[in-house]
């Protein structure tokens, strides 16, 4: 599947996903293909008294993984898997746009080094 879409949209996604911000589905994206998208930070945004109860709420029932989210998170994330990014905060929601994927290195003992012949090695 590398390699086919055009775009890949991750519009209100990204705080529900436990962890640090994903960027895998760059091997997916076409040459010239755009990921796009935005997502809502945690503690550290400056939330309404309402938007603060939902995001403890949220967090503690497993709903929200974005607890510890800033708004320099997703940037520092997109810039270690894409060339040409754009990071824009708006309230307490980063709008994001990321393309040009660098390209993964092969990992020691991943399928892909042992597929190029040297069992891993």
């Known amino acids: 599947m590398r390699g086919r879409f055009d775009l890949v949209s991750l519009f ?3 705080h529900c996903l436990p ?12 040459p010239g293909g755009v990921m796009c ?9 400056p939330h ?7 995001v403890e709420v949220y967090s503690r029932r497993g709903v929200f993984g974005n607890a510890g989210d800033t708004k320099d998170d997703p ?6 898997a894409f060339e040409e990014v754009t990071v824009e905060p708006v309230g307490v929601v980063v709008l994001f746009s990321a393309r ?3 390209p993964a290195r092969p990992r020691v003992g991943s399928a892909k080094s042992s597929e190029d ?3 891993g090695r």
């Open 75 to 80: 940037e520092r994330a997109l810039r270690a």
């Open 19 to 30: 962890g640090s911000f994903p960027t895998e589905a760059s091997h997916v994206l076409a």
């Open 37 to 45: 998208g935005a997502t809502i930070l945690g503690r550290a945004a």
């Open 117 to 119: 012949g040297d069992g």
């Open 12 to 14: 209100y996604l990204l």
């Open 100 to 102: 040009k994927p660098i």
């Open 48 to 54: 309404n008294w309402f938007g603060r109860t939902l």
